[in-house]
């Protein structure tokens, strides 16, 4: 990929910085990535596999943290997010304040340096976050392997890892986790087909840690 300020934490700070005034001027919750169909994909999937409702999940990069609150008002009760981004936190904060979520967790954590406390997680989410990582001016390849080498650290064995991305391919993805991880199921997302060939503009798949 070539290098984008979108990999930027500066690029991240200045957008939540305008999300939270928009936030607090009109009340609008930002953007949510992929859309609201990314979150309805995510939660239905924990509930066909009845995924017990106090398992401990980590939204990593959760931005203005809404995933968390669909999880929530799904029943799901041991939540936590984490952003490098202190706007996205407190812009989490506040929505989390509105939608009376006092159980969601909201941290300033960078998941390339993990704290100690972050470990032992049933389910990790990404929706964009990996993606982000991988436009880093600054060398992208090395930050991919510290996230990978992070989530083998915070998932538990045997815990799944779902991740959502515009910029990898399934084949890719598998290569990318092929350490420490297994591929379970790829998650349907929406097909577009241009010049006769049928393809998907994101990739949605569900990891388990070996």
């Not at 953007?31 to 924990?46: D, H, K, Q, T, Y």
């Not at 406390?117 to 990790?124: K, Q």
């Amino acid at each position: 990929f070539s290098p984008s300020v979108l990999g930027t934490r500066e690029h991240w700070d200045a957008a939540y910085e305008r999300e939270l005034q928009t936030f607090q001027d009109i009340g609008d919750t930002g953007e949510i990535w992929f859309g609201e169909e990314s979150m309805v994909r995510i939660i239905r999937w924990l509930e066909k596999h009845k995924l017990p409702l106090d398992s401990s999940v980590l939204d990593i990069g959760t931005g203005n943290g809404v995933l968390l609150v669909e999880l929530a008002k799904s029943g799901y009760m041991n939540l936590t997010g984490i952003d490098y981004s202190p706007s996205a936190i407190q812009l989490s904060e506040k929505i989390r304040e509105k939608e009376g979520m006092s159980n969601i967790k909201l941290k300033v954590e960078d998941f390339l340096a993990p704290s100690a406390e972050l470990s032992g997680f049933d389910i990790c989410i990404d929706k964009g976050t990996f993606d982000a990582i991988s436009l880093d001016p600054s060398d992208a390849a090395g930050k991919r392997k510290l996230y990978v080498g992070s989530l083998r650290r915070v998932l538990r064995p045997e815990g799944f890892f779902l991740i959502t991305s515009c910029n990898w391919t399934k084949e890719e993805l598998l290569n990318e986790f092929r350490e420490g991880f297994e591929i379970l199921e790829e998650l349907p997302t929406p097909k577009f087909c241009f010049g006769g060939r049928i393809g998907n503009s994101v990739t949605a798949l569900v990891f388990q840690r070996k």
